[in-house]
């Protein structure tokens, strides 16, 4: 190899190096945004759930796990049923739910529009 191709390709090498690397602190800083927004969330959430009442937390809960099969609407792939995992109030009327079977999970965002008796009428934002 002559010394001019041999320059070269130490070149290419070096430059290919410093793409990998800043495209490993690209992402890493990607990252770290995405766990501060989680994190705000989370706070958020907690900060929600302090000022509501228990008996409104608790009645939902108990609603929303006891309908879980009528709000996913999915069929289950081997049987099972439909437990929320995770709950997220983002505010006292909207809820990030995490849910799973067993053998499937999924995520939603629900708003309760309105609570009437033992009802609850809700709308879901996202599936």
């Known amino acids: 190899?002559?010394?001019?191709?041999?320059?070269?390709?130490?070149?290419?090498?070096?430059?290919?190096?410093?793409?990998?690397?800043?495209?490993?602190?690209?992402?890493?800083?990607?990252?770290?945004?995405?766990?501060?927004?989680?994190?705000?969330?989370?706070?958020?959430?907690?900060?929600?759930?302090?000022?509501?009442?228990?008996?409104?937390?608790?009645?939902?809960d108990e609603y929303l796990q006891k309908n879980m099969e009528k709000i996913v609407k999915r069929e289950h792939p081997v049987g099972g049923k439909w437990i929320i995992t995770k709950r997220i109030f983002l505010s006292a009327n909207t809820l990030v739910l995490d849910y799973e079977d067993g053998h499937e999970s999924g995520q939603l965002v629900l708003v309760i529009n309105e609570i009437r008796g033992d009802k609850i009428r809700y709308k879901i934002l996202w599936q």
């Open 1 to 60: 190899m002559t010394d001019k191709k041999h320059s070269s390709l130490i070149i290419l090498v070096f430059i290919l190096i410093l793409c990998i690397v800043a495209l490993f602190m690209y992402m890493n800083s990607r990252l770290s945004t995405i766990e501060r927004s989680f994190n705000k969330l989370t706070n958020l959430s907690a900060t929600v759930e302090q000022n509501m009442p228990s008996d409104y937390r608790s009645f939902i």
